[in-house]
């Protein structure tokens, strides 16, 4: 198969989708991989790199994107639409339920899409986890530096010092964003509060932290006590393709003090906090509502491009190598994971979350390629 590599054009988007390594492997298999110049310089790979492990490398866009396969980080923008063709497997991170332009594009189309963020393992979701253990971390990392005051937070030191207290953090949402970020705010010293849906969650939160955090039911009355007396609050919520829940209302954020830190990890996929009601660049992070702080970054490990590359490419080849090995219909009978991740495939939805959030009629993937839809 031939396997096209473009380059990221989101702003500061650093990642590319694949690194040499990733390539020998598809190489060695028999597949052509066509990179398009320069895509791997933000992660630290040379051209030269991708050509001793076996790539062809492209002058523009359009050479990639003709193959038979494109494999991306984010989801394509606006101007990458007119690349897209009939048959085309297009394998990324699409966040679809946010994104209703896109997907209107993919069905047109007839692209088969696979997300990244919807093959799932056992209730597990092994293509997002790695970037969602990066944009964990990075969340308490990036709201601790814009509480500082010359960045337009209140001040604060999370860790405190002898005879300061600890800086607070709510954190919404306990699965792995979640959880990271608790590690980092734990580390750093900060009083930390996580809430979560689930009570067996709790249960296991407590047991990882032990006394380090307070743990609390996702609740209406315990989020805006949490959020009121909060010095950073970071969005932690995922339902796997689906839009996220709004979950820290207008008056919450109003309550909390001037210079306070919101971070809505979930912004991809809509986000959780009311008042981030737009998505912030890494050129342009952050605005201020109600004389609070809000970052909305929605491709955060594109800031950490290197850690961020080399963790998803681990995890994503080998579903490249099964698509490219066996083709779109074969892999999806042969995993089940893989099937969960086809949201768009013959001009139809093929993921229930997203279909439903976007007015479609949902349509299995094995029912759009493996059989006729009358």
């Known amino acids: 198969m031939q396997i096209g590599i473009p380059k990221e054009i989101k702003n500061n988007e650093n990642r590319v989708a694949i690194t040499p390594a990733g390539v020998l492997n598809l190489v060695k298999a028999g597949h052509s991989v066509y990179i398009e110049s320069g895509a791997g310089i933000g992660s630290g790979f040379t051209d030269e790199s991708y050509l001793e492990a076996g790539a062809k490398i492209e002058a523009t866009a359009a050479d990639v994107w003709n193959k038979a396969m494109v494999m991306k980080v984010k989801e394509p923008l606006p101007s990458e639409y007119v690349y897209f063709h009939k048959g085309l497997i297009l394998f990324t991170y699409l966040h679809l339920a946010a994104e209703p332009e896109l997907a209107q594009a993919l069905v047109e189309k007839e692209v088969t899409a696979i997300a990244y963020e919807t093959v799932e393992v056992n209730r597990t979701l092994p293509l997002l986890t790695p970037m969602s253990e990066v944009a964990g971390r990075m969340a308490t990392q990036i709201g601790a530096q814009f509480l500082e005051k010359p960045k337009g937070g209140k001040g604060i030191l999370l860790s405190g010092v002898p005879g300061v ?21 734990v580390g750093l010293g900060a009083d930390v509060t996580l809430i979560d849906l689930s009570a067996e969650r709790l249960r296991q939160l407590d047991d990882i932290f032990g006394n380090d955090i307070q743990t609390l039911m996702s609740n209406r009355l315990n989020i805006e006590d949490a959020v009121k007396d909060s010095d950073l609050v970071i969005g932690a919520v995922l339902i796997p393709g689906a839009k996220a829940p709004k979950l820290v209302t207008e008056d919450m954020v109003k309550s909390m003090q001037p210079g306070s830190v919101l971070v809505d990890v979930a912004i991809d996929q809509g986000g959780i906090i009311e008042t981030c009601d737009h998505i912030s660049t890494h050129d342009d992070p952050t605005y201020e509502k109600h004389g609070v702080v809000h970052y909305a970054v929605a491709n955060m490990p594109g800031a950490v491009p290197r850690t961020s590359t080399i963790a998803l490419t681990n995890v994503t080849v080998p579903y490249a190598l099964q698509i490219a090995n066996k083709g779109v219909a074969k892999a999806i009978q042969d995993n089940m994971a893989l099937a969960k991740g086809v949201n768009v495939a013959n001009g139809f939805i093929t993921y229930e979350a997203v279909a439903r959030d976007l007015g479609y009629k949902y349509v299995t993937a094995h029912d759009a390629i493996l059989t006729t839809v009358v």
């Open 165 to 185: 207290k600890r800086g607070k953090v709510t954190i919404i949402g306990g699965g792995v964003v979640g959880t990271n970020a608790a590690k980092m705010a």
